[in-house]
């Protein structure tokens, strides 16, 4: 995605919407603006840089028809749910008139919208749902260990722990070290990032395991494979799709992705999450039968801690996993690589 884009994040910037703050850090794009209107409310002259650092700086505004000139609108937030409000209607058609196509990681889909697509029609723009996956994915076949490739899969204690950033992280260090490697996406983040990909949890579940391994099968032309997860075994609603990519994948090796103080599944507040060393052990018995594997790192987000609160907490989670452990932000992924390596 090598254009000038707009990323629309409203209400959530920059903690609830990552794929905003993906986009940000990965996306071979040059942002133009944020879409923030709590924010720009609060502060007209605000800036990407006074939230989110280490990442491209753009102004935050209230609306599209207050950016610069862009070619695309990327939705960067997506609701538990992943369905369209409404008041962002007025942001997506004023995007679609003045001629830029729009990019959507939503289980809505803007080309089914009738009046989207009228207008998209109209104005010879392209309306990309990147969640809508191909018609012809199909079951595993259970090959994925069999390839001459090594994968490595990132998993969670939740969802929105870091597995995407984890695993592009760990992916963008191994091609600075020469690595042949690849990077697999798996959801409407890394997607769009990587501007191909499946989304997993918008597959048939029989077909789940199916899309993974299609994906692994396309790029094992590389030494090393980068797997992006998604969701998390011990969740209430998205387990499923844990299983699946784990599964799929086949991996050699995992790293588990934990965020420093969560207790409790985001969203599913009753449901406390089990001790991270649980959680890896169930990982691995799961995959046992089907293609053994070991937790052998740990990324853990603490970025919402002090350095000393941070150092704390990375020594608990280190305990608990009997492995390397570092933020892959805060810390980088040296260590991290070196243990899936």
Known sequence: ???????????????????????????????????????AADDPDARVADYLS????????????????????VIGIAPIGGGFDETWRADVTDAIESGADVVSGLH??????????????????????????????????????????????????DCSTGKMTTTRELYEA????????????????????????IPIDRTVSDFTAGAVERMVRERSDHD?????GQGSIVHPAYSPVTLGVLHGSMPDSLVLCHEAGREAIHGYEEFEIPNPGYVA???????????PTEVV?????????????????????????????????RDGVDELLEAVL
Do not use: C
């Not at 091609?175 to 501007?195: H, S």
């Not at 990982?283 to 089907?290: C, D, K, N, R």
């Open 224 to 228: 090393y494979l980068f797997v992006e």
């Open 108 to 157: 809505y889909f803007l080309a089914d919208d009738p009046e989207f697509a009228r207008l998209a029609g109209e104005h010879d723009v392209e309306l990309w749902d990147v969640r809508r996956p191909p018609e012809d994915v199909t079951v595993a076949e259970g090959i994925a260990r069999e390839l001459d490739t090594e994968i490595i899969t990132t998993v969670g204690t």
């Open 54 to 73: 280490g990442v491209t700086d753009a102004p935050i505004v209230a609306s599209s028809a207050d950016a610069p000139e862009f070619d695309a609108l």
């Open 297 to 329: 790192a740990g990324a853990l987000n603490t970025a919402h801690l002090p350095e000393s609160g941070a150092d704390d907490a990375k020594a608990r989670y280190r305990s608990q996993l009997t492995a390397p452990v570092a933020d892959p932000i």
């Open 281 to 291: 052990e169930l990982y691995e018995s799961l995959a046992e039968s089907v293609a």
């Open 1 to 39: 995605m090598t254009r000038r884009i707009a990323v629309l994040a409203h209400g959530g910037f920059p903690d609830g919407a990552k794929t905003a703050t993906g986009v940000l850090r990965y996306a071979d794009a040059e942002v133009v603006a944020v879409l923030d209107r709590d924010i």
């Open 174 to 197: 191994a091609v600075d070290r020469g690595v042949d490697a690849g990077f697999i996406p798996t959801g409407q983040t890394g997607i769009i990032i990587e501007d191909w990909g």
